[in-house]
């Protein structure tokens, strides 16, 4: 089963230089739940990460990632056949 990562939180944490126990004190929630969703084992719902976003000074589609699932998507496809003949057209001139 792979692993999906949703969210930043940990990269934007450390960017900013910030813990993540002064996150979980800025948002009044257990440093536990900060930690799982710095592993993206929970996520927080949509208002907190507004509140994330506020608290980090960043934007709040800076937060959110699909990125590592999308590379998987990209990695399993093959190309098409029409790209793999300009590859081939390209390579000859």
């Known amino acids: ?32 739940t900060v930690s799982k969703w710095c592993v993206n084992d929970n996520q927080p719902d949509f208002a907190t990460l507004f509140n994330i976003s506020e608290y980090l000074d960043v934007e709040l589609r800076d937060l959110i990632s699909l990125k590592k699932d999308l590379h998987l998507l990209v990695d399993n496809k093959k190309p098409s056949k029409a790209v793999r003949k ?8």
């Open 1 to 32: 089963m792979i692993k999906r990562t949703y969210n930043c939180i940990s990269e934007m944490l450390a960017r900013k230089r910030k813990k993540n126990i002064e996150l979980a004190r800025a948002l009044h929630v257990d440093p536990r």
């Open 86 to 93: 300009n590859s081939k057209r390209k390579k000859k001139d």
